[in-house]
């Protein structure tokens, strides 16, 4: 249930172009989304501050058209967000959720 609200708020956030990611679990979804686009040198298993720098790393390099609002806006809320240190499992499946585009088929 987690996984489906911090899914659905970043997508809504993504389509509105509004708010901030509030939270991890919001932040690896949207960096799993980077990772299908950008060459983000990380994965579900990185911690949070690790990845966050590692997705500061990949935004450099990553331009998106000026016709992909949802990418400018990803970049944004991305470029913005500051993580906590936590970590759980449920953060990795939803950095696969956003790289794979789909519910991954391991769901708990």
């Given at each position: 249930?987690?996984?489906?609200?911090?899914?659905?708020?970043?997508?809504?956030?993504?389509?509105?172009?509004a708010?901030?990611?509030?939270?991890?679990?919001?932040?690896?979804?949207?960096?799993?989304?980077?990772?299908?686009?950008?060459?983000?040198?990380?994965?579900?298993?990185?911690?949070?501050?690790?990845?966050?720098?590692?997705?500061?790393?990949?935004?450099?390099?990553?331009?998106?058209?000026?016709?992909?609002?949802?990418?400018?806006?990803?970049?944004?809320?991305?470029?913005?967000?500051?993580?906590a240190?936590?970590?759980?499992?449920?953060?990795?499946?939803?950095?696969?959720?956003?790289?794979?585009?789909?519910?991954?088929?391991?769901?708990?």
């Amino acid at each position: 249930m987690v996984a489906e609200l911090a899914v659905s708020s970043v997508e809504k956030k993504l389509e509105m172009q509004a708010s901030v990611i509030v939270g991890n679990y919001e932040f690896y979804y949207a960096s799993g989304k980077l990772a299908s686009v950008a060459a983000l040198q990380a994965d579900e298993t990185t911690a949070p501050m690790e990845l966050k720098e590692a997705v500061t790393a990949a935004l450099e390099g990553f331009v998106p058209s000026a016709e992909d609002a949802n990418g400018i806006y990803l970049k944004r809320l991305l470029e913005r967000y500051r993580p906590a240190e936590e970590y759980d499992e449920q953060m990795a499946f939803l950095f696969r959720w956003g790289r794979e585009g789909r519910r991954p088929e391991n769901a708990e």
